[in-house]
């Protein structure tokens, strides 16, 4: 039987009256990263701090690591880790002397041996003694996640961690969440990068707070039922112009030299290339992605 850290079923929340969230539910099992994707403003933030119980939902019910999140919300966020969008350390004190002074917020035992421990685990003891406002985005975001790790959480909540991060780092980060998540820790992330989404075990994509699409990535894409070719050749962009005004075109985008045409009907759309594009075109049918297969589900939420 799956052990699942998070179970919520028909979450809402309102801000005065936006109703931001609505009928939410999903299921996340120990030691799965699951992706949370979609628009800002879509609510995934707040359905994020619902579930770890740093805000009260209007409506619904759940559990979080076998724990009410309407009646012991306290005893929750004892067992997680949060790491919000912005960095939030303190500029002025080192790496260490950051580390230290939350452990003293946790309360937690043993805390010299637990920041070393954290340091370590991380790759941040050569630079433990550099100050917080000096680190670059990928030092400042392996300390903030050393930060959420020091009092040994079940289950972590990620907010966009990896924004304005260079690539390196990012590879980087997301080794240690895959190692973690060996490790049995379960990880919740929101993300707007698309390779990110395609690293994660299962992803969820909202939009004006409603979960369009959950599960895995083959599941999503399959579930759209699209087909997309790459077209190579010259003066792609008008050849793009051209196709987008036939209905049978769900979306279209160019990447590099190539031009990638998608829609629902296979024949229709083939034979419709077939009557539009010259043989000097290189026509290809290829899977569609998972980008192609989100902002096909936008479209259709939107009409």
Same mark, same amino acid.
């Given at each position: 039987? $799956? ?14 009256? /936006? ?14 990263? @699951?992706?949370?994707? *979609?628009? /800002? ?19 619904? +019910? ?23 969008? +912005?960095? !939030?350390?303190?500029? /002025? ?12 917020? %946790?309360?937690?035992?043993?805390? #010299? %041996? ?11 003891? !050569?630079?433990?003694? #550099? ?19 020091? %009092? #040994? ?8 961690? $990896? ?22 820790? !379960?990880?919740?992330? !929101?993300? +707007? ?7 994660? +075990?299962?992803?969820? @994509? =909202?939009?004006? *707070?409603?979960?369009?699409? /959950?599960? $895995? ?27 987008? %005004? ?13 031009l990638y045409v998608t829609a629902q009907d296979e024949k229709q759309l083939l034979t419709t290339l077939s009557q539009v594009i010259s043989d000097e075109y290189e026509r290809v049918k290829v899977a569609t992605n998972l980008e192609?297969?989100?902002?096909? =589900? ?6």
């Open positions: 039987m $799956t052990q699942f850290c998070i179970d919520v079923k028909n979450l809402n929340k309102y801000f005065a009256n /936006n109703h931001v969230v609505k009928d939410f539910s999903i299921q996340v099992a120990k030691g799965e990263i @699951y992706g949370f994707l *979609g628009p /800002n403003g879509s609510g995934k933030t707040t359905s994020i701090r619902m579930m770890c119980g740093l805000i009260t939902p209007d409506s619904g +019910h759940g559990e979080c690591l076998g724990m009410d999140i309407f009646t012991q919300r306290e005893n929750i966020k004892k067992r997680i880790g949060y790491m919000t969008q +912005h960095f !939030s350390m303190w500029g /002025n004190l080192s790496i260490r002397e950051n580390l230290l002074f939350i452990a003293r917020l %946790h309360n937690l035992a043993q805390r #010299q %041996h637990r920041v070393e421990q954290t340091l370590a685990g991380l790759g941040l003891s !050569s630079r433990q003694h #550099q100050l917080a406002r000096e680190l670059s985005g990928g030092w400042k975001q392996r300390m903030a996640l050393a930060a959420c790790l020091l %009092h #040994q959480p079940d289950l972590l909540f990620l907010d966009e961690p $990896t924004a304005g991060v260079d690539p390196k780092a990012r590879r980087e980060f997301w080794q240690t969440l895959h190692r973690l998540s060996d490790e049995g820790i !379960s990880i919740m992330v !929101s993300t +707007h990068y698309m390779d990110e989404a395609e690293r994660c +075990h299962k992803v969820a @994509y =909202l939009s004006n *707070g409603q979960l369009l699409a /959950n599960g $895995t990535i083959e599941s999503i894409i399959q579930a759209q039922h699209l087909t997309t070719v790459r077209i190579r050749g010259r003066e792609l962009s008008v050849l793009e112009s051209r196709l987008q %005004h036939f209905p049978v075109v769900e979306q279209t985008v160019i990447f590099g030299n190539a192609d297969a989100f902002t096909w =589900l936008m479209k259709k939420h939107d009409d």
